[in-house]
């Protein structure tokens, strides 16, 4: 069997969790509320306006206490806490599935 067939299995096994369902509702969720959107588009601008500044040498202090700000708000949207918690969730069976599989490959025969 190759690797990709039993990647594309891992895959489809990753979609049937609970977790995934979850985050993938969280998503669509996320599209129905402006002020989420709104507040994910700040915060991906201002990060690369941080970037951009840092990667030019000029001071980011400003954009970071903007950048806080932003984090803020969005920690407060109901909308982007549930995204968050779901995301968190599912990223738990991620390490799950990352540790199993590191472990079988070391694992002396």
Sequence with gaps: MSVEITAKELANALKETSEFSDLSAAEARI?????AQQLISELEKSQKEIQKAQ??????SNKIQEIQ?????AQQNETLQQFFRAQQAFGKVMEKANKVITQELFVRS
């Design 31 to 35: 599209q129905l509320d402006p002020t």
């Design 55 to 60: 990667n030019d040498g000029q001071p980011v």
């Design 69 to 73: 700000l932003l984090q803020q708000k």
